[in-house]
T-cell receptor, first 112, second 115 residues
Framework: SQQGEEDPQALSIQEGENATMNCSYK?????LQWYRQNSGRGLVHLIL?????REKHSGRLRVTLDTSKKSSSLLITASRAADTASYFC????????????FGKGITLSVRP | DTGVSQDPRHKITKRGQNVTFRCDPI?????LYWYRQTLGQGPEFLTY????????KSRLLSDRFSAERPKGSFSTLEIQRTEQGDSAMYLC?????????????FGEGSWLTVV
């Protein structure tokens, strides 16, 4: 079963704009990870945020985590055409032995 | 490239045939996972290994599926008597588990088309 639900399901923006993607989940977590997937390719790990962290940055990426609301957001600043991809959040639940549960993903299109 | 590698990348097979996928995890990673992904969906967990021991199998893994990880290094996923519903991308991932919150690295996936 899929725990995470990303929002919106699809997002289209102009190059240079910021993209914000949201993820909600249902159970307690050890951590939450965001991945990118280009069409027909494997998943590329973007960032991991632990349950005791509220915000993390990596380059143009900013991830927030609100465990009280069971939600996370991924912000991509100054988007580029190369950011066009599907983005997934995945949760690592206590007792799950690092087995990740994914949402259905968000399709991001960045127009040049 | 020292990432997770999978082989073959694409496989087209006739219904009823057997197929085998291979995964080579990142060196020294003790955990290895198999996931399945269909179009428009996120990956779904199939099974995982801690070293050579298969510790969990999803109910998605029917009796026609078998996975092995001899010697705790590479892994194989075999599907016997393939059905059209098996068409999907099969993703392998690995991690080094020595504490909570380890990054899990995925390979490029193996696409299976059953005709």
């Amino acid at each position: 079963s899929q725990q995470g639900e990303e929002d919106p399901q699809a997002l289209s923006i102009q190059e240079g704009e910021n993209a914000t993607m949201n993820c909600s989940y249902k159970t307690s977590i050890n951590n939450l990870q965001w991945y990118r997937q280009n069409s027909g390719r494997g998943l590329v790990h973007l960032i991991l945020i632990r349950s005791n962290e509220r915000e993390k940055h990596s380059g143009r990426l900013r991830v927030t985590l609100d465990t009280s609301k069971k939600s996370s957001s991924l912000l991509i600043t100054a988007s580029r055409a190369a950011d066009t991809a599907s983005y997934f959040c995945a949760t690592d639940e206590p007792g799950a032995n690092s087995k990740l549960t994914f949402g259905k993903g968000i399709t991001l299109s960045v127009r040049p | 490239d020292t990432g997770v590698s999978q082989d073959p990348r694409h496989k087209i097979t006739k219904r009823g045939q057997n197929v085998t996928f291979r995964c080579d995890p990142i060196s020294e990673h003790n955990r290895l996972y198999w996931y399945r992904q269909t179009l428009g969906q996120g990956p779904e967990f199939l099974t995982y290994f801690q070293n050579e021991a298969q510790l969990e199998k999803s109910r998605l893994l029917s009796d026609r599926f078998s996975a092995e990880r001899p010697k705790g290094s590479f892994s194989t996923l075999e599907i016997q008597r393939t059905e059209q519903g098996d068409s999907a991308m099969y993703l392998c991932a690995s991690s080094l588990t020595n504490r909570i919150g380890n990054t899990i690295y995925f390979g490029e996936g193996s696409w299976l088309t059953v005709v």
